[in-house]
């Protein structure tokens, strides 16, 4: 069965450290309006699911999806990367059909 989103081994290794020290809260993801662009992701501790959310467990990780925001995630490849300057979730979306110069925020082909 197809997961709602995935996780690339290096963003489950980093929902799975945020959970420890968020004494075993899960990690939420919504979508809010923002930016230029239209949207953003935004990610969250949750003590649990909020009633309607998806959850996805892949290696060890716990993800809760809104269910507001499944339409426009729906397929997306979470990811984590580090680099001496930066550290932070990437996210491949193929909902996306535009992004802000910044890269802060998103549009779909979806209506909000």
Known sequence: ???IVNLTD???ARLRALAERGNGKAVRLTVKTSGCA???YDLGYAAEPV???EVVEQDGAVLHVDPKALMFVLGTTIGWV???FDQRFTFE???EIGRCGCG???STGCAA
């Open 1 to 3: 069965m197809k997961q």
């Open 10 to 12: 290096a963003a489950a």
């Open 38 to 40: 239209g949207m953003k």
């Open 51 to 53: 009633p309607g959310d």
């Open 82 to 84: 580090e680099d001496r």
């Open 93 to 95: 979306n193929p909902n």
């Open 104 to 106: 802060e925020s998103f």
